[in-house]
């Protein structure tokens, strides 16, 4: 972890509150001896609690800002392992700050890369001060697990979960069960988790109370019209603001603990144990400041 990387990661500004979590990410990566940066995009989206595709598109936007860029890493059999991530320290204001596209204005050839975007696959220095392609240290980091089929138990499972988000629907709007389940069993294959649908399904009915029959939508035009995914989207994009904020508030606390500033007196021990579970601060930094895990 580098401090000073989250220091600036912090202070970013003009950022949605999604690509300023995955910017700080980034930092808390950060090794501020060798200054590398090369998690997978795996552990990379799982940190930042978002699917690889959400996490692709912010990264974009980050090299867009000309915060970040990413070059292509070897696996030294010619194979293509994780990203290398350059932070450019100097750079704090979000899209307003760099034209669109801007990065290390170094010239190289464009390729898909694991995140999904654009890399520079150019010879020459890497971010690590080598020469050519940076190896890959550990060649597992892109390996992803076999999907298995479904057992039975996880479609009885399934099958359970889509009636129960059906029975959640307000009754007297009931119409085609079987229409229903299936729409709500195609949604969960997409990847829509069943929480997020049963969630969805709560609020329409709590929006709808005062509706008139005229007014209300039907259970089976509800589902096949994909109603749901306005209300999926916007519990999608709550929760990104509060991690944001979670994550923005982290960051200080974790620069005031690696400042030993006297503000730490006010971090509470809840506080304290929460930054311990995200790495962002050691034991031993805890100690220093004057504060107990």
């Known amino acids: ?155 009885a499972a399934a099958d359970e979960d889509a009636e129960k988000i059906l029975a959640a629907y307000p009754p007297d709007r009931l119409r085609g069960k079987a229409v229903c389940l299936a729409q709500i069993e195609e949604a969960m294959k997409e990847g829509i988790a069943p929480e997020d649908l049963l969630q969805a399904v709560n609020a329409y009915a709590t929006d709808s109370a005062g509706f008139t029959r005229s007014k209300v939508c039907f259970s089976d035009n509800w589902f096949q019209s994909r109603r749901w995914q306005t209300y999926v989207e916007k519990q999608a994009e709550d929760r990104e603001k509060t991690a944001a904020l979670q994550a923005n508030h982290h960051a200080r606390l974790a620069c005031w603990i690696s400042d030993r500033s006297p503000m730490c007196k006010h971090i509470t021990g809840t506080q304290v144990t929460a930054l311990l579970a995200s790495k962002l601060v050691t034991q031993a930094q805890i100690q220093a400041a004057g504060l107990r895990s």
Not at 15 to 27: E, G
Not at 130 to 151: A, C, F, W
């Open 1 to 155: 972890m580098s401090g000073m990387a989250l220091i600036w990661a912090a202070n970013v500004k003009g950022l949605k509150p999604a690509a300023k979590i995955v910017l700080i990410q980034l930092a808390d990566f950060h090794n501020k001896e060798t200054g590398q940066c090369n998690p997978s995009a795996q552990r990379l989206a799982d940190e930042c609690e978002m699917g690889r595709a959400t996490l692709f598109r912010h990264m974009t936007t980050l090299e867009e800002c000309g915060l970040v860029t990413r070059h292509a890493r070897g696996d030294g059999d010619g194979g293509r392992g994780s990203n290398q991530y350059e932070l450019h320290l100097d750079i704090t204001l979000g899209p307003s700050a760099r034209p669109k596209g801007g990065g290390s204005g170094a010239i190289g050839v464009a390729s898909q890369n694991e995140t999904g975007g654009n890399v520079s696959k150019r010879r020459g220095k890497s971010p690590s001060g080598e020469t050519g392609v940076v190896p890959n240290r550990d060649s597992n980091l892109t390996i992803e697990p076999k999907k298995e089929p479904p057992s039975r138990r996880c479609e």
